[in-house]
Structures are given as C-alpha cells and as structure tokens.
C-alpha cells in the first residue's frame, strides 16, 4: 500500500453538528474500507481534548481566551500528526482564522493534499435550538454568542484547504454527501 495520510476537520461553531457530521462520515469510511482494507482511519474528537481547566471555564459560562485554546489546538495538532492512521477525521471549532492556520501548520505549506478544513455554517438563531436540544455538553446556550463574536468565516479563495459548508435546514447525510463529493474520492484513490 501506497504510504499517504489525509485529514479531514469538521469545524465551527458549538451546535453546527460537527461530532455528528464526523462520527457519521468516519461510520461510513469504515463501513466502505472493511470491504476494501486500505484505509487505517482514526477519529479525533476535538472537544476530548479539552483540559479540565478550559471545560471548567466554558461550564462556568466563562469564554476560552486564545491563550486557552492555544494550549487546546496544540494538543490537536499533535494528536493528528502523531497518529498512526492514513486518514484521520477530527473535530475541531476552529472559528478565527489563526486557529485554522495553526492546525494546518508548516507540513501544509509542503504537501497540498493533506488537510481539508469542512467549515459548517448554521445560523444563530438555529444553533441555539441545537444546543438547547443536546444534552451532558459542557457548551451551554449562553457560551455561544461569544463563539459566535469571534467567528471569522473561512474565504476559500484565501483559505483554499477550507470548504464552507452552510448547514441550515440540511440533514447530516446531505452534509455527509456534500463532503464525499468534495474530497473523499481523491483520498480512496490515493491509499490504493
């Protein structure tokens, strides 16, 4: 088998469906690649991640400074870029493009396949009845207007690794779809 590793970050806001859309594309992955075993995939939940003293502060309704989510995406990019898999699928907010720039980081820049950023995209308004329907989250309801302030939409002509996903009134399979369409036929291709 052909060495090749790939990434695929869902990200954006707390409530946009990001551990729903990866956990159901890395579902898929795996049901295809049982049938073909080329594909050591691994999923990466962004928010596992988080050390006890940033779950304490969103739980408390503080929001994380750069500082804190600094500390976060390191331990992000490190769980990606030590992992053993050929295609990882994680998630991650990644609201301010510094953050996004970080994660892709100097091993971007020299190998144009390796990261794909999927950025989902839902309203306010209909993000707050997401969170207000989950349970045993961490991010309330009142943590998402700042998430929300500080949330610097990816431009993919200056981000070309980003695809802005806009997730109103879309299922998680049609979310799934837009996402194979996009990038996972180049990476089945690459692994064989």
Request: aromatic share 8%.
């Amino acid at each position: 088998m052909k060495e090749y590793k790939k990434t695929i970050i869902i990200s954006g806001a707390s409530g946009c469906g990001k551990s729903s859309v990866a956990l159901e594309l890395y579902s898929q992955i795996n049901q295809f690649d049982l049938l073909h075993q080329k594909l050591v995939t691994k999923f990466i939940e962004g928010d596992d991640l988080h050390s006890m003293g940033n779950i304490r502060k969103m739980s408390s309704g503080i929001p994380l400074n750069d500082e804190d989510r600094i500390k976060w995406l390191k331990l992000i990019y490190k769980t990606i870029y030590e992992s053993d898999a050929n295609l990882n699928i994680a998630t991650c907010s990644l609201l301010k493009k510094k953050y996004r720039d970080f994660i892709i980081g100097e091993k971007r820049k020299r190998n144009s396949n390796n990261i794909d950023i999927f950025f989902l995209y839902c309203d306010y308004e209909k993000t707050v009845k997401r969170v207000q329907n989950r349970s045993n989250h961490f991010m309330k309801e009142n943590m998402l207007r700042s998430q929300f302030d500080i949330l610097e939409l990816p431009n993919e002509d200056d981000e070309q690794y980003c695809h802005v996903i806009n997730v109103n009134n879309k299922t998680i399979q049609q979310i799934v779809n837009e996402i194979h369409r996009k990038i996972l036929p180049s990476a089945v291709e690459q692994s064989t």
